[in-house]
C-alpha cells in the first residue's frame, strides 16, 4: 500500500461533462503529481503541487485545472469531456521535490467519456 | 522520435532467466526512473538514479550519463515479475517534469 488513496476508482461519464478527481496523498508528502495514462498516449505529466503551489505544467489542457487544499488533498477538474479524455489518472506523492525522494502512486481513477 | 525510447516492447522468458529491458534518450535529465505497472494498472516506483547502480533484492538498475542509456535487470526472474515497466526521465532545469517511455510488457512464464 502506497498510502496515496484516489477516488474514485472507476467513473463514467457523457461528452460535455464535467469531473472531479480526488487525491489524498500519503502522510507527511508535501508534493502530489497528476498523470494521464492513455491507450495511445502513454503515461503523461499532467500538473504538479507543492505544499498548495503550482510547481510545474505539463501537458495538461485548459478543460482541465488542478488545486492542492491546505489539507494537502488534490483534485483534478475535468471539464468538457471529449472521448479522448478516457484514461486512467494517477496522483502521485513525495516528500519534497521528485527528484530527492521516491514518488509513491496512487492506484488510479478510470475515466470513461461515452 | 520519442525522447524516451524503451527496448524491447515486449519480452517473454522463462522462470529463471536474467532480465534486461534498455531505456535510451535523447535530451538532458536529472534523473531516471523505472517504474513496475501491474496487469490491475498500480504503478510502483523500483528506482530513481541519476548516477551509477542501484540495487534492491533481485532487482538492479543503472544508468550511464554519457551514453544517455540506463538499464533495469532482473536475476532469477519469476512469475511475479510480469508486469509492465516504464522508465522515465526527468527534466534537468529544476522542474518536475517526468517524460516516459512507452513501457516494455515482460511476461514470465513458469
Known amino acids: 500500500d502506497s498510502g496515496v488513496t484516489q477516488t474514485p476508482k472507476h467513473l463514467i461519464t457523457a461528452t460535455g461533462q464535467r469531473v472531479t478527481l480526488r487525491c489524498s496523498p500519503r502522510?507527511?508528502?508535501?508534493?502530489v503529481y497528476w498523470y494521464q495514462q492513455s491507450l495511445d498516449q502513454g503515461l503523461q505529466f499532467l500538473i504538479q503541487?507543492?505544499?498548495?503551489?503550482?510547481?510545474a505544467k505539463g501537458n495538461i489542457l485548459e478543460r482541465f485545472s488542478a488545486q492542492q487544499f491546505p489539507d494537502l488533498h488534490s483534485e483534478l477538474n475535468l471539464s468538457s469531456l471529449e472521448l479522448g479524455d478516457s484514461a486512467l489518472y494517477f496522483c502521485?506523492?513525495?516528500?519534497?521535490?521528485?527528484?530527492?525522494?521516491?514518488?509513491?502512486f496512487g492506484n488510479g481513477t478510470r475515466l470513461t467519456v461515452t | 522520435k520519442n525522447e524516451v525510447e524503451q527496448s524491447p516492447q515486449n519480452l517473454t522468458a522463462q522462470e529463471g532467466e536474467f532480465i534486461t529491458i534498455n531505456c535510451s534518450y535523447s535530451v538532458g535529465i536529472s534523473a531516471l526512473h523505472w517504474l513496475q505497472q501491474h496487469p490491475g494498472g498500480g504503478i510502483v516506483s523500483l528506482f530513481m538514479?541519476?548516477?551509477g547502480k542501484k540495487k534492491h533484492g533481485r532487482l538492479i538498475a543503472t544508468i550511464n550519463i554519457q551514453e544517455k542509456h540506463g538499464s533495469l535487470h532482473i536475476t532469477a526472474s519469476h512469475p511475479r515479475d510480469s508486469a509492465v515497466y516504464i522508465c522515465?526521465?526527468?527534466?534537468?532545469?529544476?522542474?518536475?517534469?517526468?517524460?516516459f517511455g512507452t513501457g516494455t510488457r515482460l511476461t514470465i512464464i513458469p
Open positions: 502522510s507527511g508528502d508535501l508534493s
Open positions: 503541487y507543492y505544499n498548495g503551489e503550482e510547481r
Open positions: 502521485a506523492s513525495s516528500l519534497v521535490g521528485q527528484g530527492s525522494s521516491p514518488l509513491h
Open positions: 522515465a526521465v526527468r527534466s534537468p532545469f529544476g522542474n518536475e517534469k517526468l517524460t
Open positions: 538514479l541519476s548516477s
